[in-house]
C-alpha cells in the first residue's frame, strides 16, 4: 500500500469515527459487482479490507444483492457463491429490489447502522456521497479505495464542532458572570453583616455608658441625699 493512500484512508476512517461514531469492527455492505471485481482481481476480501482499514471488518451483502448475483447466469456464479458465504443483514425486501435501491433503503438518511458501502456502480456512490455519512469503497486497478471525505462533509461538521465550542464558551463565561453576581452578592450580605455588626456594638456601646451615666447620676443623687440629711442634721 502507498504511504500517500495510507495516510489518506487513515484520515477518512479516524473522520468517521470521530463524526460519526463508527466502531469496530466495522460493517462492510456489499454488492455484487463488488464481489465480481475482487474475483476478477483474485483478491483475499476479507484479508485486504481489514489490512486497508487497520481494523476488523463484517463482509455483509442483502438478500437482494444475492438473488442478483444468481440470476445473472453462469459468468457470475463464482462472485454469486461468495455472496452466498456472507453474512447477510435483514433488508426487509420480500420481493427482490434492484440492489442500488435496496442499499439506499437500508442505510436511510442517516446510516444509523454505519455501514461502510464497498461498490463498483458510480451511480450509486454519487447518491451516497450526498448524504455525506456513508464511507464509500471501490477497486481500482486491483486494489481497494476509500474515496476520500467529501468536502461539504468536513465543512459540514468543522462548522459544528466550532458552534458546540462557542456553546461550550458562552456557557462558561454566563457561568463565570453567575459565579461573579453570586461572590458580589455574598460580598454585599457580608458587608451588610458586617454593617449591622458595628451598629450592634454602637447600641451596645451606648448602653453600657447610659449605664455608667445612670450610675453616676445615682451616685450624685445619693451624695446629695448624704448631704442634705447632714445638713438636716446640723
Ligand atoms: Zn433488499
Same mark, same amino acid.
Given at each position: ?168 464558551? =458562552? /456557557? !462558561?463565561? +454566563? %457561568? *463565570? @458572570?453567575?459565579? $461573579? ?18 451598629? =450592634? /456594638? !454602637?447600641? +451596645? %456601646? *451606648? @448602653?453600657?455608658? $447610659? ?24
Amino acid at each position: 500500500m502507498r504511504i500517500k493512500r495510507r495516510k489518506i484512508t487513515k484520515k477518512t476512517v479516524t473522520f468517521f469515527q470521530v463524526a460519526f461514531h463508527f466502531r469496530p469492527p466495522f460493517k462492510i455492505l456489499i454488492d455484487g459487482n463488488f464481489i465480481y471485481a475482487s474475483l476478477d482481481y483474485r483478491m483475499n476480501l476479507k484479508e485486504q479490507l481489514t489490512n486497508l482499514l487497520n481494523s476488523s471488518v463484517i463482509l455483509l451483502t442483502t438478500s437482494c444483492a444475492y438473488h442478483e448475483l444468481r440470476n445473472l447466469g453462469d459468468k457470475f456464479s463464482g462472485a454469486s457463491l461468495n455472496a452466498k458465504r456472507m453474512q447477510q443483514t435483514y433488508c426487509g425486501h420480500q420481493k427482490p429490489k434492484q440492489v442500488s435501491d435496496c442499499f439506499l433503503d437500508l442505510i436511510g438518511k442517516n446510516n444509523k447502522k454505519h455501514f461502510f458501502v464497498a461498490s463498483q456502480d458510480i451511480v450509486l456512490r454519487q447518491k451516497l456521497r450526498k448524504l455525506g455519512c456513508v464511507p464509500l469503497l471501490y477497486i481500482q486497478k486491483g486494489q481497494i479505495f476509500l474515496e476520500k471525505i467529501p468536502k461539504f462533509v468536513s465543512q459540514k461538521k468543522t462548522n459544528e464542532a466550532q458552534n458546540v465550542f462557542f456553546d461550550k464558551t =458562552n /456557557q !462558561n463565561e +454566563n %457561568l *463565570n @458572570q453567575n459565579q $461573579n453576581q453570586n461572590q458580589n452578592l455574598n460580598q454585599n450580605q457580608n458587608l451588610n453583616q458586617n454593617q449591622n455588626q458595628n451598629q =450592634n /456594638q !454602637n447600641q +451596645n %456601646l *451606648n @448602653q453600657k455608658e $447610659n449605664k455608667k451615666k445612670l450610675k453616676r447620676i445615682k451616685r450624685k443623687k445619693r451624695k446629695l441625699d448624704w448631704e442634705i440629711i447632714d445638713l438636716d442634721l446640723k
